[in-house]
């Protein structure tokens, strides 16, 4: 077991409970995370492409299953709480705000990433989660520089209906924002890695009460990710 086995784990771990409802997991390891899921507890998923194409989760390669518009994603699916989104972040706040947008001020930035994209909509509108490879002080910072998705003050006071940023998984362990008035929680360290090490990590104050260890794969979960992922891509992603 390494430590990208556990987070692909982790990342599975984000759908229990979700049922038959539409899953865009963006990234490598969250992607194996979802097929990882529909394969093991949670079958009735349905997996996007994040585009047009539903995909059955195979060992081996994804198969294109179904084709439902992107159009038609936002007319039925996305303004009714029924899909659950893992994005990327490049910066993380600790009142759930992410920034996927620039790095510095906002008339002149230091670094322009990739605009805001889908962060408002995905926020607004239902589940989602973030992948975080990297735990750093430069992405868990106190406010992010621009406001991509949207975190639960803003969405209080905009009065948004389906609003939930569900958790946040990284190559140190797994966060929420369950505390007090839904303040960043550090809900468990992965296996060998310290609380203090992501308070050290982390560049806000963190909730710590009742941390876990993350859950390591079973047997089976650890057959079927290499099988899943038979170049081992999973480890460039997140090294030991």
């Not at 989602?128 to 975190?151: A, C, K, Q």
Request: proline fraction near 7%.
């Amino acid at each position: 077991m390494t430590r990208a086995d556990v987070a692909v784990v982790a990342c599975a771990e984000l759908f229990r409970g979700d049922g038959e409802i539409l899953i865009s997991p963006m990234g490598y390891v969250p992607a194996l995370g979802a097929r990882l899921a529909r394969l093991t507890f949670e079958p009735d998923l349905l997996l996007s492409d994040g585009e047009a194409y539903l995909l059955e989760s195979p060992v081996g390669e994804p198969v294109i299953e179904g084709w439902q518009p992107f159009r038609k994603v936002l007319d039925t699916v996305v303004p009714h709480g029924k899909r659950h989104v893992v994005m990327g972040a490049n910066q993380v706040d600790r009142h759930g705000n992410q920034n996927i947008s620039a790095i510095g001020d906002h008339e002149k930035p230091k670094k322009q990433l990739l605009g805001v994209r889908g962060g408002p909509g995905n926020t607004a509108n239902h589940r989602t989660s973030y992948w975080v490879p990297r735990h750093s002080t430069r992405v868990f910072v106190e406010d992010v520089d621009v406001v991509s998705g949207v975190g639960y003050a803003r969405a209080r006071a905009a009065g948004l209906r389906y609003h939930d940023v569900h958790r946040v998984v990284t190559n140190l362990g797994v966060l929420d924002f369950g505390g007090p008035d839904h303040a960043a929680r550090l809900v468990s360290t992965h296996p060998g890695v310290t609380v203090e090490e992501v308070v050290a990590a982390t560049g806000f104050p963190l909730v710590t009460d009742g941390v876990a260890v993350s859950r390591e794969p079973t047997g089976e979960e650890l057959e079927l990710i290499a099988q899943l992922d038979p170049k081992s891509l999973r480890e460039k992603e997140v090294p030991e």
